[in-house]
Nanobody
């Protein structure tokens, strides 16, 4: 089993910044992709940013130019630096990791419990 623990959410004024962290632990042989998704009030969960083990990155249109995703493979941790935050960024942010738990096993996706980000106007 794999656990993902997010931290770094909170309340910030529009234009401010936050840095989210997500650490994976448990039965981990390797981690393929790690990413951040968000779910605003009354909205479906959507991609914010994702990064592969090789460092390839994909951002949503709303995140481009303002958010930066990075990862520390040695620590099994992914980060999301969020700048120039807007009220519409208010959401629960969820960490996702696609994990190979053992050399012989396939890939399984895991989710964290989420961290609340609230941006006031």
């Amino acid at each position: 089993q794999v656990q993902l623990v997010e931290s770094g959410g909170g309340l910030v004024q529009a234009g401010g910044s936050l840095r989210l962290s997500c650490a994976a632990s448990g039965s981990i042989f390797s981690i393929n992709t790690m990413g951040w998704y968000r779910q605003g009030p009354g909205m479906q969960r959507e991609l914010a940013a994702v990064i592969t083990s090789g460092g390839s990155i994909n951002y949503s249109d709303s995140a481009k130019g303002r958010f930066t995703i990075s990862r520390d493979n040695a620590k099994n941790t992914v980060y999301l630096q969020m700048n120039s935050l807007k009220p519409e960024d208010t959401a629960v942010y969820y960490c996702n990791a696609v994990v190979q738990s053992y050399r012989w096993s396939g890939l399984t996706g895991y989710w964290g419990r989420g961290t609340q980000v609230t941006v006031s106007s």
